[in-house]
């Protein structure tokens, strides 16, 4: 089975441009989360949907963020302007559903620089 | 609101040697507790989990961790190191009254595997 697939694996911009990350999460799969990992924060959730509805968003860091879920087998992950700061490793996940004992799958991330 | 505390960001062993990564947890409401592994370059994936019932959970590669209540606890062992273990080690806490699956994970561990 394919796993969680994520494009780019590598992304590299300047200050200012738009960025956007692509998740193809698990066949059947209903729940997607959106990570964001850095050295000094560790991971962070910043916003995960369920039946390509968006629950809880209270982790994305400014109105610079947006997120989409299209359809069940798609999401993307905006940064429109880039900064610096963005600067980190984003995690795609999915999950069958919702709920505690549901195992997230992560994709293998999409790690940006932004110049 | 739940926390988890991994004692320890950098921890080194030698091959054949006991593998003992620390985390504490806090949670108001009983915790579903997990571990995840992060190989360089890759996404994370589960190596056990914790929901209810046997507090003594086994998972891949060797890997077992223990949920003990009192003492708030949920450390990773594994009897003998080897070389293909080196990498980071994720401890993440969720609760079984979660209708969501948000994953609260810690700051992570490298395991160092010397020959």
């Known amino acids: 089975d394919a796993g969680v697939i994520q494009s780019p694996r590598h992304e590299v911009t300047e200050m200012g441009q738009e960025v956007t990350l692509r998740c193809k999460p698990i066949s059947g799969h209903n729940s997607l989360f959106w990570y964001r990992q850095t050295m000094m924060r560790g991971l962070e959730l910043l916003i995960y949907?369920?039946?390509?509805?968006?629950?809880?968003d209270s982790g994305m860091p400014e109105d610079r963020f947006s997120a989409k879920m299209p359809n069940a087998s798609f999401s993307t992950l905006k940064i429109q302007p880039s900064e610096p700061r963005d600067s980190a490793v984003y995690f795609c996940?999915?999950?069958?559903?919702?709920?505690?004992?549901?195992?997230?799958?992560f994709g293998a991330g999409t790690r940006l620089s932004v110049l | 609101a739940q926390s988890v505390t991994q004692l320890g960001s950098h921890v080194s062993v030698s091959e054949g040697a006991l593998v003992l990564l620390r985390c504490n947890y806090s949670?108001?409401?009983?915790?579903?507790l997990f571990w995840y592994v992060q190989y360089p370059n890759q996404g994370l994936q589960l190596l056990l989990k914790y929901t209810t019932g046997a507090t003594l959970v086994k998972g891949i590669n060797g890997f077992e961790a223990e949920f003990k209540k009192s003492e708030t606890s949920f450390h990773l062992t594994k009897p003998s190191a080897h070389m293909s273990d080196a990498a980071e080690y994720f401890c993440a806490v969720t609760s079984y009254s979660s209708n969501t699956g948000k994953l609260i994970f810690g700051q992570g561990t490298t395991l160092q595997v010397k020959p």
């Open positions: 949670s108001s409401v009983p915790p579903y």
């Open positions: 949907f369920n039946n390509n509805v968006p629950i809880d």
């Open positions: 996940a999915s999950s069958s559903d919702l709920g505690a004992k549901n195992i997230q799958y």
